[in-house]
């Protein structure tokens, strides 16, 4: 799939047509996925994450070589002798951290100087596996571990205020909503002053969103997929909210909208992502 046309930046959220709202409240027929169930999905999270990798293997999500192109944070500093930390959270089977490592490790430019050591972690201990056996994988300069995020664990492996750039993309949306408040703090302990936090995840009415039948909703902009695993929707609005009523100044915030094409299959697809900027406050 490849972008049809250059994405449109904007903090303003889509205006849906009466097609799209009557797909909304098709949604609502059947109720909300009963709490029971809602309960379930949350006890069964990481088995179900672990199934997905079990399924897919390292198949199903491409190498994240986009990543240098809209985070410019991942390549430029102003003195590139110095070797910074990275932690990827969320790192799946590693499309976004081996990119990264074979960029560094080139001959070119400044990047290869300037040395990320790379925490990555995944909720999934199958995923976790998949990085390890990546041939790529080397202790001196990636360390991999499974935790839930919305814990303590992540301090048992990375020392507080020691982290330049955190990433999160794609991670937020499949964790429930009631925790969002715990993932960022952690982090926010994670980074050093002024560090940097990098967010990308699907955006509000996605056409992800739209295509949820009735029975698969759980909340308000939360969903339950087939395979158990779960995704949000998030506004610009209440992720800003979020990251400075965190400790977090927001440099930038707002919605990606792309059009991609496959002609082969004659697909095109709008989405709807939304990515920011979060800078570490100083106190």
């Not at 399924?55 to 410019?72: G, I």
């Not at 790379?118 to 990636?142: G, H, K, M, T, W």
């Not at 994670?190 to 992800?208: E, N, Q």
């Not at 610009?236 to 990251?243: A, G, Q, Y």
Request: charged share 30%; with cysteine.
């Amino acid at each position: 799939m490849e972008p049809l046309e250059a994405d449109v930046f904007t903090t303003q959220a889509k205006e849906l047509s009466a097609v799209e709202k009557q797909k909304l409240e098709e949604q609502n027929k059947r109720g909300l996925v009963p709490e029971f169930k809602a309960n379930k999905l949350e006890i069964d999270a990481q088995r179900n994450w672990d199934i997905f990798y079990k399924r897919n293997e390292t198949r199903f999500f491409k190498d994240r070589h986009w990543t240098t192109r809209e985070f410019q944070e991942l390549l430029d500093q102003e003195e590139c002798h110095e070797k910074r930390t990275l932690f990827e959270v969320g790192c799946g089977v590693g499309n976004l951290v081996f990119p990264l490592l074979e960029e560094q490790t080139s001959e070119e430019g400044c990047f290869s100087n300037s040395r990320f050591f790379f925490y990555a972690c995944d909720f999934s201990p199958r995923a976790v596996e998949f990085v390890r056996s990546n041939p790529l994988y080397d202790p001196s300069q990636i360390s991999a571990f499974q935790c839930d995020i919305t814990t303590q664990q992540v301090h048992e492996h990375i020392p507080a205020s020691s982290v330049d750039i955190c990433t999160m993309i794609f991670v937020l949306s499949a964790i429930h909503p009631q925790k969002f408040i715990d993932v960022v703090q952690n982090l926010g302990k994670l980074l050093k002053p002024g560090g940097l936090l990098l967010f990308r995840d699907y955006g509000l009415y996605d056409m992800a969103q739209l295509r949820f039948k009735p029975g698969n909703k759980i909340a308000e902009n939360l969903y339950v997929r087939q395979d158990g695993t779960r995704s949000y929707f998030f506004s610009e609005k209440e992720v800003s909210k979020l990251f400075e009523e965190n400790g977090f100044e927001v440099i930038t915030n707002a919605y990606v909208h792309r059009r991609t094409l496959n002609l082969k299959e004659g697909v095109d697809v709008p989405r709807i992502f939304l990515q920011g900027k979060f800078r570490r406050k100083n106190q």
